[in-house]
């Protein structure tokens, strides 16, 4: 994969990962686009680099169509989409799972969404030159920081290395490129928490 020329997408390019990846891929003369949540960091990302952004909530059963339905309207030369939007939360299952459903389900965004949005973007990024689907998967995943009967990232995509090595072949002979990254340990807002409470105890 060249690093430049392309037309890229990037789920959750608002901070850590993604936001380091919509720079670095700006730096390397690519048209990006980036989702998220909160339309406060789009507009700092916005005032930084020059992206297309969109608030888009993956947790929410018409965000993955809403978010394709934008990129055909915005980005009709996009050819890689990056699925990288995860959230991480320190819970406590030992009482029992009020907690867990209070707020927005891991399950949906880590795991749901990048299988919904490989299957709704793939027939829209064929129709470009070098069409490309990239799962960003996390460490957190085969080695989860967090304190007994406690998960910080329930799952970070624990199973997609599984789920992407079946997908690529299928994409392989719909001529979609596929690539999985697992990224190195970032000191992020969740770690800072999960280091302090392992402290404090």
């Given at each position: 994969m060249y690093l430049s020329g392309h037309h890229i997408l990037i789920t959750g390019g608002t901070s850590g990962i993604g936001a380091a990846l919509a720079a670095a891929l700006h730096k390397h003369s690519n048209q990006v686009g980036i989702c998220g949540r909160r339309s406060e960091r789009l507009r700092?990302?916005?005032?930084?680099?020059?992206?297309?952004?969109?608030?888009?909530?993956?947790?929410?059963?018409?965000?993955?169509?809403?978010?394709?339905?934008?990129?055909?309207?915005?980005?009709?030369?996009?050819?890689?989409?990056?699925?990288n939007a995860g959230i991480q939360r320190d819970i406590d299952f030992t009482e029992g799972l009020g907690e867990y459903l209070s707020g927005e389900v891991e399950i949906r965004v880590n795991l749901?969404?990048?299988?919904?949005?490989?299957?709704?973007?793939?027939?829209?990024?064929?129709q470009?030159?070098?069409?490309?689907?990239i799962d960003v998967s996390s460490g957190l995943g085969f080695v989860p920081m967090g304190r007994p009967c406690r998960c910080t990232a329930p799952p970070k995509r624990p199973c997609m290395p599984s789920l992407w090595q079946c997908a690529g072949s299928s994409r392989k002979s719909a001529s979609v490129y596929s690539r999985l990254v697992h990224p190195p340990l970032i000191l992020s807002s969740t770690l800072t928490a999960v280091q302090g409470a392992a402290i404090s105890e």
């Open positions: 700092h990302m916005e005032a930084r680099l020059p992206v297309k952004t969109l608030v888009c909530h993956l947790s929410q059963d018409k965000g993955p169509r809403a978010l394709l339905h934008w990129a055909q309207q915005e980005m009709p030369l996009l050819n890689v989409l990056v699925n749901q969404s990048p299988i919904e949005l490989t299957g709704l973007f793939a027939t829209f990024l064929r470009n030159s070098n069409p490309i689907i």
